[in-house]
């Protein structure tokens, strides 16, 4: 069959969960309450470092940023979520699908550079206390906050936009709860090699590099605890960056588990299968933005108070 004879797609199907039966209410219930929850702790968090003189550091700077991303990355994803579990399915125009898959890859990017910068927040702090005052100057924090964005915003460009301009001529059904990369470029009827290449040539300076500048920067700060005498200075030190460690295994883990295995062998066949692929898609999309603000509230005292002195106002 000639291209133009083609019927061009305008819009795609989200499957979602598939059939759930009569559980689809109560799966809406539960992923409301997530997404309610999600949207009123990251709010939360903007709100205390914003209104509270007490979190105005850098680290809750940084804070305050991961939680703005978050905030992007569920607003992107749950509201057509929740209306294919509700409706069993649900539709996303063409230009719909490529803005999704725009913010979700481009806050994935953001948080892959922003973890960093928070680390290397962790390491002048410990290992550098006397000059971290006049290292973390406002004209720093800014720089190191908006280069995430930046970069995030716009790398992925270099594969949303060759998807952008694919054919999608094929089946319109996506077996998923929103737009991904990987089931997109299967309904395509144009050479997506370019972009399969990018996104491997991609993942080594996006997500392995970061991650390796993690690692280092709390090898220095593990052998800077060490050398602390006294064991509840230890723990004092460690609390300060017990969270961030937390958030970063759990982000990065997520990424590693869908996108970097290699494509050989039966844990990546396994993690390909549909219903793994999604459980892994909803601990990156749904919980991680849930589990940030609340790790970071529990496991801070700072910010405890903080919200005991908000509850007085």
């Known amino acids: 069959m000639s291209m133009k004879n083609e019927t061009r797609v305008t819009e795609f199907i989200l499957l979602g969960f598939g059939d759930l039966h009569s559980f689809n209410v109560v799966f809406f219930i539960f992923f409301l309450i997530v997404f309610l929850f999600t949207v009123m702790g990251n709010l939360l ?6 209104l509270t003189a007490q979190l105005r550091s850098p680290m809750y700077y940084f804070l305050c940023h991961l939680s703005v991303s978050d905030l992007v990355l569920s607003t992107n994803i749950l509201p057509n979520m929740l209306s294919a579990i509700l409706l069993g399915g649900t539709t996303i125009s063409y230009v719909d699908c490529i803005a999704q898959l ?28 006397l000059r971290y005052s006049s290292i973390m100057v406002m004209k720093c924090q800014i720089c190191l906050s908006l280069w995430p964005w930046l970069l995030g915003l716009t790398l992925n460009l270099i594969g949303v936009l060759p998807i952008s301009s694919y054919n999608f001529c094929r089946d319109n059904i996506i077996d998923h709860f929103y737009c991904e990369v990987f089931p997109l470029l299967k309904l395509s009827c144009s050479d997506s090699s370019l972009v399969e290449l990018e996104a491997f040539l991609f993942s080594l300076p996006i997500f392995i590099l970061p991650c390796g500048f993690i690692i280092v920067t709390y090898v220095f700060i593990v052998l800077t605890i060490v050398r602390i005498p006294t064991t509840s200075g230890k723990q004092k030190t460690f609390s300060t960056c017990s969270s961030h460690l937390i958030v970063v295994g759990t982000f990065y883990g997520t990424l590693i588990a869908k996108y970097m295995i290699p494509s050989q062998g039966l844990l990546r066949r396994a993690l390909r299968s549909l219903l793994i692929n999604k459980i892994v898609s909803l601990l990156h999309t749904v919980f991680t933005p849930l589990f940030n603000p609340i790790i970071y509230s529990l496991r801070n005292q700072d910010i405890k108070m903080a919200l005991k002195k908000l509850s007085y106002l």
């Open 45 to 50: 968090i903007i709100l205390l470092v914003s």
């Open 102 to 129: 725009y913010f979700f890859t481009g806050t994935a990017f953001t948080e892959c550079f922003l973890l960093p910068v928070m680390s290397y927040d962790r390491y002048l702090a410990i290992c550098n206390p």
